[in-house]
């Protein structure tokens, strides 16, 4: 289980750097959409203003949820829970923790 830790330690950090980051985005597309006065909808250029807060905001939410299930993993794992299916209490399967650490059924439940 140490290994299934250090990899849930891991994610959870790279993921935590990945809400750093696409926090700062979002501020500067705030920012941009601040300081454009104009309507960006019809910019031949690119992507609107809009499109990119849009964007930008999904990710973060993505990331955000991402985070929240390696927290609840980190808790089954220090509760001692962490491997085993929520649906049937059998043992997750090790490759299957590997493959997606924040499991919370085995195989057989999650088809």
Same mark, same amino acid.
């Given at each position: 289980m140490d290994d299934l830790r250090e990899i849930l330690a891991a994610e959870r950090s790279k993921t935590a750097d990945r809400i750093a980051a696409? &926090? %700062?985005?979002?501020e500067a597309v705030m920012e941009a959409s601040r300081l454009v006065a104009t309507?960006?909808?019809?910019?031949?250029? @690119?992507?609107?203003?809009a499109f990119e807060? &849009? $964007?930008t905001s999904t #990710? #973060?939410?993505?990331?955000? $949820? *991402?985070? +929240?299930e390696l927290d609840r993993a980190l808790a089954r794992l +220090?509760? @001692?829970e962490? @491997?085993?299916?929520? *649906?049937? @209490?059998q043992p997750i399967a090790v490759e299957r923790l590997r %493959?997606?650490?924040?499991?919370?059924?085995?195989? %057989?439940c999650a088809t």
């Open positions: 696409l &926090s %700062a985005d979002v309507d960006d909808e019809h910019d031949p250029e @690119g992507a609107t203003i807060r &849009s $964007q #990710l #973060l939410e993505d990331a955000r $949820q *991402r985070l +929240e +220090e509760a @001692g962490y @491997g085993v299916c929520a *649906r049937c @209490g %493959a997606r650490p924040t499991a919370t059924t085995c195989i %057989a």
